[in-house]
Antibody, heavy 119, light 106 residues
Framework: EVKLVEFGGGLEQPGGSLRLSCAAS????????MSWFRQAPGRGLEWVSS????????EYADSVKGRFTISRDISKTTMFLQMESLRAEDAAVYYC????????????WGQGTKVTVSS | EILLTQSPGALSLSPGERATLSCRAS???????LAWYQQRRGQAPRLLIS???IRAAGIPDKFSGSGSGTDFTLTISRLEPEDFALYYC?????????FGQGTKLE
């Protein structure tokens, strides 16, 4: 079965760190570009970061640049989002998603993992 | 950055009716990279439409997309109970990948 599963969310204090994981099954991460999105409680969707299939290109939203890092493991089955210097406004459900081929948008999404930032 | 504005914010209809959702971009979407997603309560977004009008795999033909330039439309014919959800348009032609604020179909 082709799917994405996120984990690693939880409660962290402002200024703290968390690492989110996105496990892919049914395909490897070097065959697709991949992205992270987030959705704050009661709010809309926001793009956070993307990584190309080769891993050579990484992009970040201005709101997280310099604090978040996207990466993947050597087996190319798990993608990560390392989040540093967390702020209250980073609290959200974080989704990983697969960028489709040939002008197809984000065609597969995980179920999301919730991040809470509070003291 | 391309900003997207969806209208209306909420749309009240009944099963069997037709829904028309709008999405306006702050500048021309020359690449045609405009998508629509459905998000049911407590679930992840689900891709409905890519490239303005191309239905994603498994999406029934009651969902259709149209438009060009800066104005785009998602039409849902013959509404069924499971169609009452949030709908987002998205620009994905290059980062930042932006979303409209959503239309709640209720």
């Amino acid at each position: 079965e082709v799917k994405l599963v996120e984990f690693g969310g939880g409660l962290e204090q402002p200024g703290g760190s968390l690492r989110l994981s996105c496990a892919a099954s049914g395909f490897t991460l070097d065959t697709y570009a991949m992205s992270w999105f987030r959705q704050a409680p009661g709010r809309g969707l926001e793009w956070v970061s993307s990584m190309s299939g080769t891993g050579a290109t990484k992009e970040y939203a201005d709101s997280v640049k310099g604090r978040f890092t996207i990466s993947r493991d050597i087996s190319k089955t798990t993608m990560f989002l390392q989040m540093e210097s967390l702020r209250a406004e980073d609290a959200a459900v974080y989704y990983c998603a697969r960028n489709g081929y040939n002008h197809i948008a984000f065609d597969m999404w995980g179920q999301g993992t919730k991040v809470t930032v509070s003291s | 950055e391309i900003l997207l504005t969806q209208s209306p914010g909420a749309l009240s209809l009944s099963p069997g009716e037709r829904a028309t959702l709008s999405c306006r971009a702050s500048q021309r979407v020359t690449s045609g990279s405009l998508a629509w997603y459905q998000q049911r309560r407590g679930q992840a977004p689900r891709l409905l439409i890519s490239s303005i009008y191309i239905r994603a795999a498994g999406i029934p033909d009651k969902f259709s997309g149209s438009g060009s330039g800066t104005d785009f439309t998602l039409t849902i014919s013959r509404l069924e109970p499971e169609d009452f959800a949030l709908y987002y348009c998205q620009y994905y032609g290059g980062s930042p990948y932006t979303f409209g604020q959503g239309t709640k179909l209720e």
